[in-house]
Nanobody
Framework: QVQLVESGGGLVQAGYSLRLSCAAS????????MGWFRQAPGKEREFVAV????????VYADSVKGRFTISRDNAKNTLYLQMISLKAEDTAVYYC???????????????WGQGTQVTVSS
């Protein structure tokens, strides 16, 4: 399994932007599909975005489409989530996840980070 550490969360006002990062350990980062999920208080964890191992294919949840961008830098073993036009309903703990290449399709991942809090004030 790969070790994942998220960073970049914080408190921002609605309409502002944040960029989350997820640093991965190991030499096989480029072979993993990577995803972002989030969990708001009192709610189940939900899918946000996924990127394939190469970085040229992405899928987004409808709620973030057009506002969030997932990307990866395989040379730096890092996954990103650029978030713009943040809304109060984006408030949640954000988790990055790694899995085998077909995780891109079925959204099942086997390695998870500890999460980073994003709070958007309205």
């Amino acid at each position: 399994q790969v070790q994942l550490v998220e960073s970049g969360g914080g408190l921002v006002q609605a309409g502002y932007s944040l960029r989350l990062s997820c640093a991965a350990s190991g030499r096989t980062f480029s072979s993993y599909a990577m995803g972002w999920f989030r969990q708001a208080p009192g709610k189940e964890r939900e899918f946000v975005a996924v990127v394939n191992w190469y970085g040229d294919m992405t899928v987004y949840a409808d709620s973030v489409k057009g506002r969030f961008t997932i990307s990866r830098d395989n040379a730096k073993n890092t996954l990103y989530l650029q978030m713009i036009s943040l809304k109060a309903e984006d408030t949640a703990v954000y988790y990055c996840a790694a899995g085998p290449p077909d995780s891109y399709y079925h959204r099942q991942f086997d390695s998870w980070g500890q999460g980073t809090q994003v709070t958007v004030s309205s």
